[in-house]
């Protein structure tokens, strides 16, 4: 009995010093920057949107851990009626998400400095 709770014991000082390590080389290879304001990832939206929820999910995913940029933009290059109603029930879904037109991205660039 003794033998199998000194064992428990190695495995769990083993996986506890490994993430140690594992959050100190994170913080020196992969410092936190502040969440730059300045950067807006584009996504041209086209036809139905098959992709853009996954598209739009990885996206969200990059913000939250790296803190890169903060707009999502969501560029409406030609989207049918079923791609307008998806792109607005995830523009609803995230207050960081947007829908224009490609004549108005320049006005959220602008804004985003």
């Known amino acids: 009995m003794q033998l199998w709770?000194?064992?428990l014991l190695a495995m769990l000082a083993a996986?506890?010093?490994?993430?140690?390590?594992?959050g100190l080389v994170r913080a020196v290879l992969c410092p936190g920057t502040?969440?730059?304001?300045?950067?807006?990832?584009?996504?041209?939206?086209?036809?139905n949107g098959e992709?853009?929820?996954?598209?739009?999910?990885?996206l969200r995913r990059i913000r939250q851990e790296?803190?890169?940029f903060s707009l999502i933009?969501?560029?409406d290059c030609g989207l049918n009626k079923e791609g307008q109603k998806l792109s607005r029930?995830?523009?609803?879904q995230?207050?960081?998400?947007t829908i224009c037109r490609p004549e108005d991205v320049s006005k959220y660039l602008d804004d985003s400095q």
């Open 5 to 7: 709770q000194d064992g």
């Open 15 to 22: 996986v506890g010093l490994a993430s140690l390590l594992w």
């Open 34 to 47: 502040p969440r730059q304001r300045s950067l807006v990832a584009l996504i041209p939206a086209q036809g």
């Open 51 to 58: 992709t853009l929820e996954q598209q739009v999910r990885t």
């Open 66 to 68: 790296q803190n890169v």
């Open 73 to 75: 933009l969501l560029v």
């Open 89 to 92: 029930l995830i523009a609803r």
């Open 94 to 97: 995230d207050r960081w998400v």
